[in-house]
């Protein structure tokens, strides 16, 4: 996919398929917004979140942080990331 697409090319081929596609739905509108990769797909917003907003997140996150597990006992392999689950309220 040689290098990243604006979602504002609305002609690009990766963003048919995307709007073709079954996922979770993206405003491709969005100022700024970037296809950085189509298989999976995934979008970038650099300016989505300050700073600010960035450290408090890691804050909140930090305390809640656990080891990632898989969904299948019989699959093969070692997890090294850590993840946790906001609350609704907290969104």
Known sequence: FGG???ARRLSSAA???YRASA???VNLSLPGLELVHSEPYIFVHRQFLSKAECAALREKA???LA???FDNDATAGVRTSRG???RSEEV
């Open 23 to 25: 996922f979770h739905r």
């Open 84 to 86: 946790c689950v906001a």
């Open 15 to 17: 963003l048919d398929r």
């Open 62 to 64: 930090a305390a809640a």
């Open 67 to 69: 080891p990632q597990t």
């Open 4 to 6: 990243v697409l604006t």
